[in-house]
């Protein structure tokens, strides 16, 4: 009985709560969407257990230019 009446005293609550914001003034902006993470499994040398690492490809092509750049900076 007294969830009854809790649930029809906040149902009735509801419609003035929605009707006090102003309408037109209120846009919807859209949210940007998350880049989507991709996972490798990561070996380090002279372990036998390999770590997760999660990021975005983004993230990941910039290692890969960074690690290749190192590497010929080496052999010169």
Request: hydrophobic share 30%.
């Given at each position: 009985m007294?969830?009854?009446l809790i649930s029809l005293a906040l149902s009735a609550a509801a419609p003035e709560a929605a009707?006090?914001?102003p309408t037109g003034?209120?846009?919807a902006v859209p949210e940007k969407a998350k880049p989507?993470?991709?996972c490798r499994r990561?070996?380090?040398t002279g372990s036998r257990f390999s770590e997760r690492e999660?990021?975005?490809q983004e993230d990941?092509?910039?290692q890969a230019d960074s690690?290749?750049?190192r590497m010929g900076d080496a052999k010169n």
């Open positions: 007294f969830s009854l009707t006090s914001q003034e209120t846009t989507k993470l991709i990561i070996a380090d999660c990021r975005t990941w092509n910039r690690t290749s750049k």
